[in-house]
């Protein structure tokens, strides 16, 4: 055990996602398992800020792998990105001795900690998003049961639709990421998907739901990103006016954060938080636990939050400048893969509707 690391703190930050629970479970088991102690900040950033503390245990995460949402709490904390926020970050942190410091969250969350990082404080970044949405990662914690929570309520809805001759748009969480809408699209049958990342055919759309109705089809359901603003509401209305099939649009919201994680969920929040507090233990920070190909590995904190601004079109100028040729080929090509990936996964959705 490495000497220099005898206190370790995590916190959850951000949107809630299913696993978070099972995830800080598997940071504190590990490393009082070590013979670490173990603080949580409760309410994320703004926890850390407001030196809201609490010791961890081992009946303090017991009874919660099964649980969704996060017993630590969470919020979005805008002053965490001031320098004055972040200057009560680092005291708090330095008044309680913290050795490192477990961030599990979305994209928000790994800049925060990034910052943290670079201030510093040791840190490790754990991808907890339904979104799916952090590029460096090929999966986020909570992204399997947001998904099996979406396809749980399409298919009552196309129940629904199946008796009255109807069509439903779905529009579901994915602010800057469309990939719960298109992988649930595919997996619910659904006859379009409409998403940020790729071009939205409309006419072929409305086409193919009038084809289909003419072949003697009762139900239709199209699958709608949050992140086309309200744009799944309009398509509802044209669908109607133009094929004359009764169309309903469904928001569902904030019901896809919830409910309790899903096995694959559960493993990788517990995989996830256990290799955190081993690299720690090993004097590696400053890193985020990334999926690969199967593989969790340990990716520079840095460097995945510029590749994740760089697939989302953010970079400034300047991001860029730190890195070698070799290592902006990677982030290119890793964006690339990312990219492919869905434009592959959208092809199907012709194919099969």
């Known amino acids: 055990m490495s000497n220099q690391i005898r206190k370790i ?7 809630d996602a299913p696993g978070m629970n099972a995830c800080a479970r598997a940071v504190a088991r590990t490393a009082l398992a070590r013979g670490l102690e173990v603080i949580g900040f409760l309410g994320g950033y703004s926890g850390l800020l407001e030196d809201k503390m609490v010791k961890l245990g081992h009946n303090d995460v017991s009874n919660i792998v099964n649980r969704g949402g996060t017993f630590l709490y969470s919020d979005r904390c805008l002053d965490f990105k001031t320098p004055e926020g972040m200057a009560k970050a680092v005291a708090c942190c330095k008044k309680y001795e913290i050795d490192g410091i477990v961030c599990i969250g979305g994209d928000g969350t790994l800049r925060g ?20 949405d952090i590029t460096a990662s090929d999966y986020t914690i909570g992204f399997d049961t947001a998904m099996n929570t979406v396809c749980e309520m399409i298919d009552r809805l196309r129940d629904t639709c199946e008796s009255h001759a109807r069509c439903n748009v779905v529009e579901v969480m994915g602010r800057d990421c469309g990939e719960i809408a298109l992988r649930t699209g595919i997996a619910c049958g659904a006859v379009a998907v409409a998403i940020p990342e790729v071009p939205f055919d409309e006419a072929a759309a409305i086409a193919k739901i009038k084809a289909l109705k003419a072949e003697g089809k009762r139900n239709f359901i199209v699958t709608v990103s949050e992140g086309l603003g309200k744009y799944g509401e309009d398509l ?33 929040a ?3 938080g256990a290799k955190a507090v ?5 004097g590696k920070t400053n890193l985020v636990v990334v999926e690969r190909n199967s593989e969790l590995v340990a990716c520079d904190i840095n460097y995945s939050h510029i590749v994740d601004r760089m697939y989302k079109g953010k970079l400034k100028d300047g991001d860029l400048d730190p890195y070698s040729a070799e290592e902006i080929a990677s982030m290119k090509e890793l964006c690339a893969y990312r990219k492919a990936e869905i434009e592959r996964l959208y092809a199907l959705v012709d194919d099969l509707a």
């Open 236 to 268: 509802a209305k044209k669908i109607q006016a133009e094929t004359e099939v009764e169309t309903k649009f469904a928001r569902l919201a904030h019901v896809v954060r919830g409910g309790n994680p899903t096995l694959r969920d559960r493993l990788t």
């Open 270 to 272: 517990s995989e996830m």
């Open 9 to 15: 703190a995590v916190l959850t930050s951000g949107g």
């Open 278 to 282: 081993e690299l720690m233990l090993e």
């Open 113 to 132: 900690a990034t910052d943290l990082s670079n201030h510093g404080i040791p840190t490790i970044g754990l991808t907890g998003s339904i979104d799916n």
